[in-house]
């Protein structure tokens, strides 16, 4: 497989949720050129877009590439599916390495047990992913809170005219 962090040529995550407001949704894309040094980071959903490029330090890029190697992405199975659930997330990794070699996995609605793991990995090496996962969060949440009211209040509503009957 991966002799060592060296090898690795690019890295693209993607993932996206059926349902918009998700911690990991709208749609994300990820892309890591370590021959370029760059980095693209784009997001979009029905509340905003955002696209960035990043120039990559080197040192970075291989404290990344051995933390992920460390918690052993690459025995990841090369599909996660939960075919019963309906809504929910997708997501697909690709990485390129040995020149001519890749490692791919997707997921629909399920993923490998240290996903978390990698993803909290993403976002302490690379700041935008951070910053725009806690906005997106937060957007989650506050939306979740105005349903919630919106429910309590209709059920509000149809008690009292139920009591007025």
Known sequence: ????????QNIRFQ????Y???????????EIDSKKLMGRYNYKSRF???SVKWKINKEIFLKFIEEIIKIDIFSWNKNYNASDVLDGGYWSLIIEYNKNETFEVIGDNAYPDNFDEFYKILKKYFSIIR????YRKEMETNYIKQMQFSHNEAVE?????KKRC
């Open 1 to 8: 497989m991966i002799e060592n962090e060296k090898n690795i």
């Open 131 to 134: 910053k725009d996962y806690e």
């Open 20 to 30: 918009i407001v998700s911690p990991y949704g709208g749609e994300l894309i990820i």
């Open 157 to 161: 509503k149809a008690v009292l005219r």
């Open 15 to 18: 993932s996206g949720a059926y």
């Open 48 to 50: 905003y877009k955002i």
